[in-house]
């Protein structure tokens, strides 16, 4: 079983495990240093945890509901961490979301189960949720071997209640609750898109000294709002917001995120080569 050494303390590179990726990093095993896992997948399809004999896994997660008031089931909870102690991931990234709410109301005095909305879906900007996930938090972390690293969400409409940006937001949940940041530059830029703001400037108002891991995936124009999309690749401009952030931070791990569909092996080894560029 092949775990990650950051004994040489560069910056790792690795690909989200989806279609194609097996068969391209069987054919170039130096291509990447690792494979992202998703906790889910590994859920409903143990056998995956094979790859770990072509590369070390990093475990990524979108089951803790972090930023929401419904807990994940005891199951869940014992079921990554037994995934977490099995793989020897590093860490687990986690998405700063959530992923269950509460039931409706049929009866004014009778509650339905909570909802699971299968996606992890954008919090509340404001000192409500920060203290929410504060909370949160301080529950999980003692139940898994690794820490746990969040994921900034793609905003795609303004958020009711909210009081601050989504910069603004990240950075006040990263120094509240003392947790690295796994920047997903892709989620920056549609969100910094989405809500008008310029990239650039929001990215420095983030701690990015905190910064563990980056993603970088595709995005598309739909209905005059810009989505999260793992089948198409990185926009050149992600990699100038890359080049940006290694100004000031060294983070431990890029991934790249195609992941949907398979995306062409040249492509991918192409980017591949270009982060490989400016992490160096």
């Known amino acids: 079983m092949k775990t990650l050494d950051f004994s040489h303390n560069a910056t790792a590179l690795g690909l989200a495990h989806g ?84 039931g409706i109301h049929e009866e004014a005095d009778r509650d339905t189960a909570p909802t699971n909305l299968t996606y992890t879906i954008c919090p509340q900007l404001s000192e409500e949720a920060v203290e929410r996930v504060s909370m949160n938090l301080e529950s999980l972390r003692p139940k898994f071997s690794a820490p746990i690293i969040l994921e900034n969400s793609p905003q795609y409409f303004p958020i009711p209640g909210s009081t601050m940006s989504m910069s603004d937001f990240v950075a006040m949940v990263v120094f509240r609750c003392d947790v690295g940041l796994l920047l997903d530059l892709s989620h920056f830029m549609i969100t910094s898109m989405n809500t008008g703001v310029d990239s650039s400037q929001e990215l420095e ?76």
């Not at 209905?223 to 940006?244: C, K, N, R, T, Y």
């Open 205 to 280: 108002k983030l701690p990015l000294e905190r910064v563990v891991e980056i993603h970088l995936s595709g995005m598309k124009l739909a209905d005059g709002i810009v989505w999260d999309d793992h089948s198409v690749p990185a926009p050149p401009e992600m990699f100038d917001l890359l080049e940006q952030v290694m100004r000031r931070s060294r983070p431990r791990a890029l991934t790249m995120e195609y992941n949907w569909e398979a995306v062409p092996h040249n492509v991918i080894l192409s980017h591949l080569e270009r982060a490989r560029n400016i992490l160096a």
């Open 19 to 102: 279609p194609g990726v097996l068969d391209l990093v069987d054919r170039d095993p130096g291509c990447v240093d690792y494979i992202e896992m998703p906790f889910e997948q590994l859920r409903h399809n143990p056998s995956l945890g094979s790859v770990q004999e072509i590369a070390p896994i990093v475990l990524h997660c979108a089951s803790m509901s972090v930023a929401g008031f419904i807990p994940p089931s005891q199951q869940t909870i014992d079921e990554i961490s037994l995934e977490t102690s099995r793989t020897q991931t590093p860490w687990i990234g986690e998405h700063l979301a959530f992923v269950s709410a509460d």
